[in-house]
């Protein structure tokens, strides 16, 4: 009786952070501009067809990335995006 | 209680037969062959009346006292709220709801809802507009993951960028050193 509430309310919790973890994604996407919305859906694209072993590589990248502290993360996005700024320009 | 004396020891070969004869489930042969014995033998015929005396008493249903049967009214009353209680579970989640409970969440939660659609106009496309493009489930999966596919250009560079990063510190500091009283050129 006790464990079938606990379960219940387990799963219902569950639920509830899958739909908010989904509607923050939703709103994030809203939230883009149409350039960037181009970028996600071209690399979304790209990643379908990388071999498994980029994919592997991407993902451990993915994870040093969120690891590294936040103002070397800054820097790093800051520096990228003014290389691209400049390739844009070229 | 009358305490009762034990059992006469019959003979052995007769014991069964002579429980089978007090309760008359032998046959006639048998019968004959067991009341044909008990004429010669005391023993049988004293286990025979023991058997007389002592099996009526054990048949007799035992008068349990008043206490008893309303403790076992109690645990059987109990015993079936309890299974009533197993099948309908879920109702106890809503136990702590008082009556009155209920409308007023309902009102409330009507008041969010217009509240909601005033002040969050600006957002108001997400109902009234359809999605103009299909997104793959996989990006809106979570933050995330959107996250990722928005950053994955720069994921590819990481190293690169990092490395270019780490000259231009070093630079930075080694200018720093070379701008101090006495620092190294």
Redesign the interface.
């Known amino acids: 009786m006790k464990t079938r509430k606990i379960l219940f309310i387990a799963l219902g919790l569950f639920l509830l952070l899958g739909a908010q973890n989904a509607v923050a994604a939703d709103d994030g996407w809203r939230h883009l501009t149409p350039t960037e919305k181009e970028r996600v859906l071209r690399n979304y694209r790209r990643w379908q067809n990388l071999p498994k072993q980029d994919k592997e590589h991407l993902r451990e990248e993915w994870q040093r990335w969120q690891r590294l502290p936040e103002d070397r993360r800054e820097r790093l996005k800051q520096r990228y995006n003014e290389q691209r700024r400049g390739r844009g320009r070229d | 209680m009358k305490k009762s004396a034990p059992l006469e020891t019959a003979c052995r070969q007769y014991e069964e037969d002579l429980v089978l004869h007090y309760y008359g489930e032998n046959s006639d042969a048998e019968r004959r062959r067991v009341e044909e014995h008990l004429a010669t033998c005391d023993c049988c015929r004293r286990f025979l009346e023991d058997l007389h005396g002592l099996l009526p008493q054990m048949a007799d249903a035992k008068e349990m006292p008043q206490t008893f049967w309303d403790s076992y009214y109690r645990e059987t009353v109990a015993k079936l709220a309890e299974q009533e209680?197993?099948k309908y579970?879920w109702r106890?989640?809503f136990k702590p709801m008082r009556t009155w409970m209920v409308p007023a969440f309902g009102t409330a939660a009507v008041a969010v809802l217009i509240v909601g659609l005033v002040f969050g106009k600006g957002?108001l496309?997400?109902f009234v507009e359809p999605r103009p493009?299909r997104?793959?489930q996989?990006?809106?999966?979570?933050?995330k993951?959107?996250?990722?596919?928005?950053?994955?250009?720069?994921?590819?560079?990481?190293?690169k960028?990092?490395n270019?990063?780490d000259q231009t510190e070093a630079l930075n500091s080694d200018s720093k050193h070379a701008a101090l009283p006495g620092g190294v050129a």
Do not use: Y
């Open positions: 209680e197993r579970w106890s989640l957002n496309r997400l493009e997104i793959p996989e990006i809106l999966a979570d933050e993951q959107l996250e990722f596919f928005e950053s994955m250009d720069m994921l590819e560079a990481l190293g960028l990092e270019q990063d």
